[in-house]
């Protein structure tokens, strides 16, 4: 079809620079296509005046130029036309449309260039808005809370440990009691390394190795908190991420027992949520303590009552703790008739999200400086 309008094109183009006088005997035919053929004209012209948008720019450039239009349907009566008539009005026909090409495309240039201008200005970031203070920025909430426990934790006089983020198999599963067959080991997920011979090494899926690093040295007693960077392979969605961050906390000391890990977890909890938050230890399983508990506390929304965010329970799970297994002890030559002791770890990234209700842990990474002077 394309292919017989071009035909008929470059023949009209051909025949196409006469006069009406030898248009023969279709002359009042031709009158009436040529008066016609103006009229078309005059009307996109006025039409063209009103249109604003590119999108009723399309509409009017295909009621007039497409192939239903109008141009269109004259061109077709060209059929039953003799050779002259043809080529006068085929000739005024062509010469229309290539002009009414030409000013739709005169106007769609000049409306791509408003409505670039008008999204740029839509887009601009009015700076004089931006305060003094905000201009100096400020430490992620996550850096910040980060910093407060380690405040909390170096008042109760524990000291912070260093740990690495990348570390071997040993670390951060065998000597933690997590044997190879162990389903811990499948729960999470792990980013091997490759370095050439050593395929053991990963990056550390939580920061309980470090317990490890601290039991090896062998100075007792130990008082220590590590934060830190943790990696899973877990895609991120409102409560994953596959990078975030963890504290762990060690004591290992002569006579530690559950009750002193109770009354840790409350403190501590307390003075980061504030005194009305009250928490509650729940029996768990890691293969690394035993007894092992996860602790909750009272939900931050609706202090206990119940709501959406506790799911009607009034308590959120915040992390795990429970006494450090004998076996971790063994591992690590730490004398188990002297020494007993408690760990716990938790997310800090969570706990961000459920202190300031955060719906969706991603919120966090993102960078929109809108959320981010929030905090
Ligand atoms: N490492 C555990 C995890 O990533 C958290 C944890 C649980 C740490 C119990 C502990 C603990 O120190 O005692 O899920």
Aim: glycine share 8%.
């Amino acid at each position: 079809m394309d292919n017989e309008i071009d035909q008929e094109n470059s023949l009209l183009k051909n025949i196409a620079s006469s006069d009406l006088s030898s248009a023969g005997e279709n002359g009042e035919a031709v009158k009436k296509l040529l008066s016609e053929l103006d009229g078309l004209s005059y009307k996109v012209k006025i039409a063209l005046e009103d249109v604003s948008t590119l999108l009723d720019l399309d509409a009017l450039e295909s009621l007039y130029l497409g192939k239903k239009s109008k141009l269109t349907e004259i061109k077709r009566e060209l059929g039953g036309l003799d050779f002259d008539a043809r080529r006068i009005v085929g000739g005024k026909l062509n010469d229309l449309r290539q002009d009414l090409s030409g000013i739709f495309k005169i106007k769609r240039e000049s409306l791509q260039k408003d409505e670039l201008q008008k999204q740029l200005a839509e887009d601009i970031c009015d700076i004089t808005e931006i305060t003094e203070t905000d201009l100096y920025g400020h430490l992620h909430l996550v850096s910040q809370i980060r910093r407060e426990l380690e405040d909390i934790f170096l008042g109760l006089g524990y000291e912070i440990a260093e740990g690495n983020e990348a570390e071997s198999d040993w670390y951060n599963f065998t000597a933690l009691n997590i044997d190879p067959d162990h389903p811990a080991r499948t729960m999470q997920d792990s980013f091997y390394l490759d370095l050439g011979s050593d395929n053991s090494l990963l990056l550390r899926t939580h920061t309980s190795p470090v317990q490890i690093h601290l039991l090896e040295r062998g100075k007792f007693p130990i008082y220590a908190v590590c934060p830190g960077r943790v990696y899973r392979r877990d895609t991120a969605d409102p409560r994953h991420l596959p990078v975030f961050h963890q504290i762990e906390g060690l004591v290992v000391d002569k006579g530690i027992t559950f009750a002193d890990l109770r009354g840790t977890v409350e403190v501590f909890i307390q003075a980061i949520f504030g005194s009305k938050t009250r928490t509650r230890l729940r029996p768990g399983y890691f293969p690394f303590t035993e007894p092992s508990a996860e602790f909750d506390i009272t939900c931050v929304i609706c202090q206990g009552s119940g709501c959406r965010t506790c799911s009607g329970q009034g308590w959120v799970e915040l992390g795990g703790c429970g006494l450090v297994h004998p076996k971790v002890l063994e591992a690590t030559k730490v004398d188990t008739d002297i020494y007993s002791g408690f760990a716990f770890g938790f997310g800090i990234d969570r706990l961000a999200i459920m202190r300031h209700n955060i719906f969706d842990i991603r919120a966090l990474i993102e960078n929109d400086i809108r959320f981010l002077t929030q905090f």
